[in-house]
C-alpha cells in the first residue's frame, strides 16, 4: 500500500490529484486501487532528545522535517505555527506548505497550495471548524484579490481527490494595480487584509449562523464633511506599510479590538465584528512614545527609528522597533500600557543587549506567559517580560548556523516553537530564569556544541569584561581538568583536549569586549594554548610513559619530553610533534606572554637539536620538530626585543636546520622539500629546487617556483641564482627569470658584480644606457688588457645606441689605456725584454708593473708610468711619451715627470734648426691635442720632478722605505739634469721654434 509524504494543490483553477514533492515537475501520479491518503490530526507525543540545555531553558529539534524547507530562501518566506492543532504553514514567493510539526514521521505528511497560480498568494491558518481536528485553511490570491477557503486542510485533499464543491470562494474588489500586502486572522472576526493602496478589508468566513461563508468589506472612517477628507488622507499614511497586525481586547462575543501599525509608528486601533463590521477608534504615533526613552542616549534615533512589530495581551502592549546607530542597527522592546483601548503610554525601554545587525531586516515580536520572544531570520532573543526591582532583566539569545534560516515561530505549551530550514526548534522555559554569565556561555558552547546542531552556539555578543572573560577561562579549565573518560588514559587526555580546544575556539571567536583589540589577555590565551599543547603531547606518549593514575601529573610533560629525548628521541620527538600541531590547530597569539612558553625555551630547543643530530640516517620527524621549535623561539624572541639571541637562533636555523634538511634530502627528498617549505627555511628550500630543477621544466614545476618567489621573494632567488651559478648553469637562471622576475636578475647581478650577465639583461630588455652603465663598471674587474678592451668597446657601442657622451668619452678613455698597456706588450715581450737603467728607483718601478703587464689589466697611472721611465730601445717607443700625455686628465706630479722625461729623452747635442723637426721633444709636442698638455710640455716649471717623500708615497702608495730612498735619489738627479740641459741649451729659442706652426720658418731674428 503506498503512502503519499506530500500533496500539491491548484486552488484557483480546478485542484488536480497528486502531485508529489518528490515528483518530477509536471508529473501526474495516478490513483490506484492501494493509493490511500494518510489521516492527519491527532497530535502525537513522541520523545524530543535535546539540542541544548542551559540553567534557563532547554532546546528540542523536533523529528519531522519537510524537505521543502531546506530548499527555501528566507527572503519573502514565513511561518505560522498552529499549536492548538500541530500544524504549521510556511508561506514563500511561490506557494503555500502545510504540515503536521508534530508527528513522528522524519518526513511528514504535507500539502502545498498555489504552486500552478501565475500571481504570487499568502495562505493563513484558521481555527478548525465545528468538531473537527485539523486547522482551516484560507488562501489569499494577492493580486486577483480571489480567495479559497477550506473548513479542514484534510478536506482540501478530499477536495483534490474526490470531488468539486467542498471548497468556498469569495473575492476582494482590487482597484487598478492594487495588490494584498498581508493577511492576517483575528480570533472571532476574520482576516484583516492589507493592501497596497492603504485599504483595509474585513473578510468574514462564517455567517450569522456560524456556518462557513465568505463575506468582504471595507474598513473605513465614518464621519463626514471636511472631517471625512481629513481622515481619508491620514488614514491614508496610516495605512501604508503595514508592518503588524494583532488582536486586542474582546468585546463582546462578537466584536473585540485590532490594532494595525506600520514601519514608521502609526498605530491604529479598530473595534471589528463578526458581522463584517469595522470601526476606526483611535490614531496613536507610537515613535515619539518611544524616543522619549531614548533621546538622552541617542539624540539621532527618531531619524532611523522604525517599527517591526507589536504584540498586545490584555492591556500590555510590546513593541518591537530599532534604529541605526555608528554603524550598527540597535533593536529595542518597549513595554506599554493600553488605557480605555486606546491611549497608549510607555513603562519601559528595553535595548537588546544579545543582538545587533547592520540592517533594519524584517523582525517579529511572540508574547509567551514569561518571555518576549524576538524572532530575526537568524536568531531568536528570549526577554524577561517583568522584571524584578533592582534587578536586570533576564536576556539570552539563540542563535542559527550561517546555512541556516528562520522562517517565523509560534508559542505553545512548551514555550516557543520555531520554524526554520533545518526543521521545527522547540524551545522549553524553566520555571526559573537566570542571567547568563561569561562562564555558563563559554560552558553552554562547549558542552553543546556538535556538528549536527542547527544552532551556532559560538557568543555574538562580548563575554563580558576583560576580568570576566580571564576568570571564566581559569574556572572552566579547572572543570575540564576533572574530566574523566569511561576509558583508558589515553581517552581523558583526549577528551580533555578535545574540550579544551573547544573553549579556545569559543573564546578567539567571541567579540572584543569594549575598549580592547584582542578576544582575551595575550598571557591568559598563551596559557590556554600551553595547555592544550601539553595534554596533546601528554596524549602521544601516554601508551609509554603514563597510564591513568598518573594523567594527575600531565603537568609534568615539558620536562618529561626533554628527558625522552636523550632516553627515547623517537617517543620524545612525536610528543614535540603533537604539542607542535595542537598550537597550530589551535592558533597562537600574535604577542607572547613575558615568560617564555615551554615549546620555546632553550632547554627544549637545545635537547632537540643534540637529539636530532645523533640520528643517523636524519628522519623527517626529528628534522620538523627542530624547524617548529626554532619557528616558536624565533617569535618569542622578536617579540621580547632580545635582537641577539634572535640573531643567533636565525644563524642556527640556516646552519643547523639547513643541514639537517638537506640531510634528509638524501634520505626523503619529499619530505625536507616539504618541510623547508612549510617553515620557511629558505636557503635549504632553494637549494633543493636548484637539485631537482630539470632542463626542460614541467608545468608543475614552473608553477611551484612561481609560487616560492612570490612567498619569500628575492631571499630565495639570490640564493637559487648562486646555487645554479656555482653548478656553472647561468643559462637556466636566465631562463628562470629573464621573463618573469628580471629586476631579482637584474638586483642580483649588480650585488655579485656579474656585469658580464648584467650588460646582457639590460640589454635584451632595451636599456642601453644601463647595460652602458654595467660595462662601464665590469672594465675595472680583474681581466685580461684584451678582454678589458672588448668590455670597453661594448661599452661604446651601447653609449652610442643610448645617446650618452659621458659613458661613450669613459670607454674611449679604457679604449685608449687598454691601447697603450697591449702596445707596451708588444714592446716588451717578457718581463726580462728591457734593458734595465742606471736610476735604482725608476728600476724597482719597472720590476714592480713590467710582470703584471701580460697578466692584468694596469690602472690609468701604471700604465703612463711605464710609458714614462722604460728604456727607449724598442721600435714605436719615440711614441710612449706621446701616448701617456694623451692619457693624462689634468696636469698633476706625474705630468710633470712625463714632461721632464721628454726633455731629458731629446738629444739636444744633435738638436738644430734643420733637425729640431725630428726632436722627441718636437715630435711629442706636434703630437698632443690637448692644449693643456702643450702647454704643460713647453713650460720649464713643468719640469721639476718631486723630492718630498709624501708626495713621492703619494704617487707610489706599493714603494717600500728603500724604494722611497733610491726614487729620491733618482728625482734628484733628474731635476740635476733639467737645470744642466737649461744651462747648457738655449732652451727659450727651441720651445719657440718648437710652438712654430709647421711649414713656416726655423730662422730666429
Known amino acids: 500500500m503506498s503512502t503519499f509524504r506530500s500533496v500539491r494543490l491548484s486552488t484557483f483553477e480546478k485542484p488536480k490529484f497528486g502531485q508529489l514533492n518528490n515528483a518530477p515537475a509536471g508529473a501526474d501520479v495516478k490513483p490506484s486501487q492501494d493509493t490511500v491518503v494518510e489521516p492527519l490530526g491527532k497530535i502525537q507525543s513522541v520523545p524530543r532528545p535535546n539540542l541544548i540545555s542551559t540553567d534557563s531553558y532547554r532546546v528540542n529539534m523536533l523529528p519531522g522535517r519537510p524537505v521543502f524547507l531546506e530548499h527555501q530562501e528566507s527572503v519573502g518566506a514565513s511561518a505560522q505555527i498552529d499549536p492548538t492543532t500541530g500544524f504549521a504553514l510556511l508561506n514563500t514567493s511561490t506557494s503555500s506548505f502545510v504540515w503536521s510539526y508534530v508527528s513522528s514521521e522524519s518526513v511528514p505528511f504535507s500539502l502545498e497550495f498555489g504552486q500552478n497560480v501565475p500571481e504570487s498568494t499568502t495562505g493563513v491558518l484558521i481555527p478548525p471548524f465545528g468538531a473537527a481536528t485539523e486547522p482551516g485553511f484560507v488562501l489569499v490570491n494577492n493580486e486577483t484579490g480571489s480567495i479559497i477557503m477550506w473548513e479542514s486542510v484534510g478536506r482540501s485533499v ?55 461563508q465568505i463575506s468582504v468589506s471595507r474598513m473605513r472612517s465614518f464621519r463626514g464633511g471636511l472631517l471625512a477628507i481629513k481622515d481619508t488622507l491620514i488614514t491614508r499614511s496610516y495605512h501604508r506599510e503595514i508592518v503588524s497586525i494583532v488582536a486586542g481586547a474582546q468585546i463582546n462575543e462578537s466584536e473585540r479590538a485590532v490594532y494595525i501599525c506600520n514601519k514608521y509608528g ?74 480605555n483601548s486606546s491611549n497608549v503610554t510607555t513603562s519601559s525601554l528595553h535595548r537588546l543587549q544579545s543582538y545587533v545587525s547592520t540592517e533594519q531586516s524584517p523582525a517579529k515580536l511572540i508574547v509567551g506567559d514569561k518571555i518576549v520572544f524576538a524572532c530575526f531570520s537568524d536568531a531568536v532573543v528570549l526577554l524577561e517580560r517583568s522584571a524584578e526591582a533592582h534587578k536586570a532583566r533576564f536576556e539570552d539569545a539563540l542563535f542559527v548556523k550561517p546555512n541556516v534560516s528562520i522562517f517565523g515561530a509560534g ?155 636523550s632516553t627515547a628521541p623517537a617517543l620524545g620527538f612525536a610528543g614535540v610533534l603533537a604539542a607542535q600541531n595542537a598550537l597550530r590547530v589551535v592558533g597562537t597569539p600574535e604577542k607572547f606572554p613575558k615568560r617564555c612558553p615551554w615549546p620555546a625555551n632553550r632547554e627544549l630547543v637545545s635537547a632537540l637539536e643534540r637529539a636530532a643530530s645523533e640520528i643517523d640516517p636524519v628522519v623527517a620527524e626529528a628534522v620538523q620538530a627542530v624547524c617548529g621549535a626554532y619557528k616558536l623561539r624565533l617569535g618569542y624572541l622578536e617579540s621580547q626585543g632580545d635582537r641577539q639571541e634572535y640573531k643567533n637562533v636565525v644563524q642556527s ?36 629546487v636548484a637539485k631537482s630543477w630539470s632542463p626542460e621544466p614541467t608545468p608543475s614545476q614552473t608553477a611551484q617556483l612561481e ?77 685580461s688588457v684584451q678582454e678589458r678592451r672588448v668590455i670597453a668597446s661594448l661599452q661604446k657601442l651601447c653609449a652610442i645606441q643610448a645617446g650618452d657622451v659621458d659613458l661613450k668619452e669613459s670607454a674611449n678613455t679604457v679604449l685608449e689605456v687598454s691601447n697603450a698597456q697591449l702596445e707596451l706588450q708588444r714592446q716588451y715581450k717578457s718581463a726580462g725584454d728591457y734593458l734595465r737603467t742606471k736610476h735604482d728607483g725608476v728600476n724597482e718601478l719597472l720590476s714592480h708593473f713590467l710582470p703584471k703587464l701580460k697578466t692584468t689589466h694596469l690602472k690609468t697611472e701604471d700604465v703612463i708610468d711605464l710609458l714614462t721611465f722604460v728604456p727607449m730601445k724598442t721600435p714605436g717607443s719615440e711614441d710612449n711619451f706621446a701616448r701617456a700625455f694623451s692619457l693624462l686628465s689634468s696636469p698633476s706630479q706625474r705630468a710633470n715627470l712625463l714632461a721632464q722625461q721628454t726633455i731629458i729623452h731629446t738629444d739636444w747635442s744633435q738638436v738644430n734648426e734643420e733637425t729640431l723637426r725630428d726632436s722627441l721633444l718636437y715630435k711629442t709636442l706636434h703630437s698632443l691635442s690637448s692644449e693643456a698638455n702643450k702647454n704643460h710640455l713647453i713650460h720649464p716649471a713643468s719640469w721639476s720632478a718631486p723630492t718630498n717623500a709624501p708626495e713621492i708615497k703619494q704617487l707610489y702608495p706599493w714603494a717600500t722605505p728603500s724604494s722611497l730612498e733610491k726614487l729620491h735619489t733618482d728625482f734628484t738627479n733628474f731635476n740635476a739634469t733639467i737645470e744642466k740641459i737649461c744651462n747648457e741649451y738655449d732652451m727659450m729659442k727651441w720651445l719657440h721654434l718648437c710652438v712654430q706652426p709647421e711649414g713656416e720658418s726655423m730662422e730666429i731674428d
Not at 504584540?311 to 550598527?328: A, N
Not at 601539553?534 to 594523567?551: G, N, P
Not at 639547513?658 to 634528509?664: C, D, Q, S, V, Y
Not at 638586483?747 to 630588455?765: D, H, S
Open 707 to 783: 609560487e616560492y618567489i612570490s612567498r619569500f621573494g628575492y631571499e630565495f632567488a639570490e640564493v637559487l641564482f648562486t646555487q645554479l651559478r656555482d653548478n656553472n648553469d647561468i643559462k637556466t637562471v636566465f631562463q628562470m627569470f629573464l621573463r618573469s622576475h628580471p629586476e631579482y636578475l637584474a638586483r642580483y647581478v649588480e650585488e655579485k658584480q656579474l656585469y658580464r650577465q648584467g650588460w646582457v639583461l639590460a640589454f635584451f630588455q632595451n636599456d642601453t644606457e644601463r647595460a652602458a652603465n654595467i660595462l662601464r663598471k665590469a672594465v675595472d674587474t680583474p681581466t
Open 411 to 565: 508559542t505553545s505549551s512548551a514555550g516557543l516553537e520555531v520554524v526554520t530550514t533545518a526543521g521545527i526548534l522547540e524551545i522549553h522555559l524553566n520555571d526559573r530564569l537566570t542571567l547568563p554569565t561569561p562562564q555558563s556561555r563559554i560552558q553552554v558552547a562547549i558542552s553543546q556544541s556538535s556538528s549536527i546542531l542547527p544552532l551556532d552556539l559560538q557568543p555574538h555578543t562580548p563575554l563580558g569584561s576583560p576580568a570576566e572573560i580571564n576568570e571564566a577561562i581559569v574556572a572552566t579549565v579547572k572543570n575540564i581538568s576533572s574530566l574523566e573518560s569511561k576509558g583508558d588514559a589515553k581517552s581523558t587526555l583526549l577528551l580533555r583536549a578535545e574540550w579544551l580546544r573547544m573553549l579556545i575556539t569559543v573564546v578567539d571567536g567571541a567579540p572584543l569586549p569594549e575598549g580592547t583589540d584582542v578576544p582575551v589577555d595575550p598571557d591568559t590565551r598563551w596559557w590556554l594554548t600551553e595547555e592544550m599543547a601539553i595534554l596533546t603531547a601528554a596524549e602521544a606518549i601516554t601508551d609509554k610513559t603514563m597510564s591513568s593514575s598518573h594523567v594527575k601529573d600531565v603537568g609534568n610533560t615539558p620536562a618529561l619530553l626533554i628527558s625522552l629525548l
Open 266 to 339: 502609526q498605530m491604529s486601533t479598530w473595534q471589528c465584528s463578526s458581522q463584517g463590521t469595522a470601526k476606526l477608534i483611535s490614531e496613536t504615533e507610537l515613535v515619539p512614545l518611544l524616543y522619549k526613552g531614548l533621546c538622552l542616549l541617542y539624540s539621532a534615533a527618531d531619524r532611523s527609528l522604525r517599527i517591526q512589530d507589536i504584540q498586545v495581551d490584555g492591556t500590555k502592549l510590546y513593541i518591537l522597533s530599532s534604529f541605526h546607530h555608528e554603524g550598527s542597527v540597535f533593536w529595542l522592546v518597549g513595554f506599554a500600557e493600553i488605557e
Open 653 to 688: 636555523v640556516k646552519v643547523k636546520s639547513g643541514n639537517l634538511i638537506m640531510a634528509l634530502s638524501d634520505v626523503d627528498f619529499p619530505a625536507a622539500m616539504q618541510i623547508a617549505e612549510s617553515f620557511a627555511v629558505v636557503e635549504p628550500l632553494a637549494r633543493l
Open 158 to 212: 478530499a477536495d483534490g481527490l474526490f470531488s468539486q464543491g467542498n471548497s468556498i470562494e469569495g473575492f476582494i474588489r482590487l482597484h487598478g494595480n492594487e495588490t494584498i500586502e498581508c493577511a492576517v486572522y483575528i480570533d472571532q472576526v476574520g482576516l484583516i487584509c492589507t493592501s497596497s493602496a492603504g485599504r483595509f478589508y474585513l473578510v468574514t468566513l462564517r455567517d450569522g449562523l456560524g456556518k462557513p
